[in-house]
Nanobody
Framework: QVQLVESGGGLVQAGGSLRLSCVAS????????MGWFRQAPGKEREFVGA????????YYADSVKGRFTISRDVARRTVTLQMTSLKPEDTAVYYC?????????????????WGQGTQVTVSS
């Protein structure tokens, strides 16, 4: 089993940056692909981006492509979401998730474990 804990959320002005981190428990972190999702009030949880098990492939939603970057550090069992050029529409609770597949999916059903989420608020 994998436990995930996100951190790094907060309030930022439009155009600013934030870096979210997700630390995984357990020794099997390296066997999982990792993804980030977000959920705004009244909306469904949506895919933001993901990184493959080996860290050699990254995938992004069109809405964040070119602004967000995902990376992973196997030794620290951490996956990071670097967010730049933030917009008010990026406001949401951000969740990290673990997928047993070597190539991550883009749907919530693909993922086996979830963190508790961290709030990101972007003011205009």
């Amino acid at each position: 089993q994998v436990q995930l804990v996100e951190s790094g959320g907060g309030l930022v002005q439009a155009g600013g940056s934030l870096r979210l981190s997700c630390v995984a428990s357990g020794r099997t972190f390296s066997t999982y692909s990792m993804g980030w999702f977000r959920q705004a009030p009244g909306k469904e949880r949506e895919f933001v981006g993901a990184i493959s098990q080996l860290g050699d492939r990254e995938y992004y939603a069109d809405s964040v492509k070119g602004r967000f970057t995902i990376s992973r550090d196997v030794a620290r069992r951490t996956v990071t979401l670097q967010m730049t050029s933030l917009k008010p529409e990026d406001t949401a609770v951000y969740y990290c998730a673990a997928d047993r597949a070597s190539i991550p999916g883009q749907y919530t059903d693909n993922y086996d474990y979830w963190g508790q989420g961290t709030q990101v608020t972007v003011s205009s």
